[in-house]
């Protein structure tokens, strides 16, 4: 740390941070989260997508025959 000219960091920040990455490990994502997820991921997808193939998938969802 002489080289950068930087402390340590104190106790209290590591037990800080280790509760803190305790926590983002063990997070429960909840349906709306991951819902959300998935439609900014496509939204910024950089390849095509088939139209007809979508089409045909909602067509099943909404006839109630997607297994």
Do not use: C, W
């Not at 000219?5 to 106790?11: A, G, K």
């Not at 909840?30 to 909602?58: C, G, H, W, Y």
């Amino acid at each position: 740390m002489k080289e950068t000219e930087t402390s340590l960091p104190t106790i209290d920040f590591v037990k800080k941070k280790q509760k803190e990455m305790h926590d983002a490990l063990n997070y429960k994502f909840t349906d709306s989260e991951i819902n959300l997820m998935v439609r900014e991921k496509q939204r910024f997808k950089k390849q095509p997508t088939n139209f007809a193939f979508e089409k045909s998938e909602l067509i099943k969802q909404k006839v109630g025959l997607f297994f």
